[in-house]
């Protein structure tokens, strides 16, 4: 039981170190790196605390793209090359599997016993607990 303690204590650690990584990294980003790298940020001041828990999570891969966008190695146009490309491929995927879903969704349903009668529920009073 001890050894589970130490390991609980030890998950607990090195979330609370994440967690204060990330805020670190999200205060940095929001005040200075962001300006730099999306220049259409620049002024827009309310949505950014929107976006704390999403970098305090994330802060390894803002830092690894806040990088690669500073040092000039991923290049801006392509950018959104590979989510546009893949548009197509999803389109079809969920024209398929929606309509799959529904059909089995009605196929499998369940029916309601046809020799139970309703209960009204009561409410529970202290004797009952």
């Known amino acids: 039981m001890k050894n589970l303690m130490d390991v609980s204590a030890l998950i607990i650690t090195a979330l609370g170190l994440w967690g204060y990584l990330g805020l670190a990294v999200a205060i940095a980003f929001l005040v200075i790196g962001i300006d730099r790298v999306d220049p259409n940020a620049r002024g827009a001041y309310f949505f950014r605390p929107l976006l704390i828990p999403g970098i305090v999570v994330l802060w390894p891969l803002v830092v690894w793209r806040w990088y690669r966008l500073e040092q000039g190695i991923d290049p801006w146009p392509l950018r959104y090359r590979a989510p546009v490309r893949a548009h197509g491929v999803v389109a079809v995927v969920l024209a398929l599997l929606l309509p799959a879903?529904?059909?089995?969704?009605?196929?499998?349903?369940?029916?309601?016993?046809?020799?139970?009668?309703?209960?009204?529920?009561?409410p529970v009073t202290g004797d009952q607990r």
């Open 101 to 122: 879903i529904f059909l089995g969704s009605l196929a499998l349903r369940q029916t309601w016993p046809e020799n139970v009668e309703p209960v009204a529920v009561q």
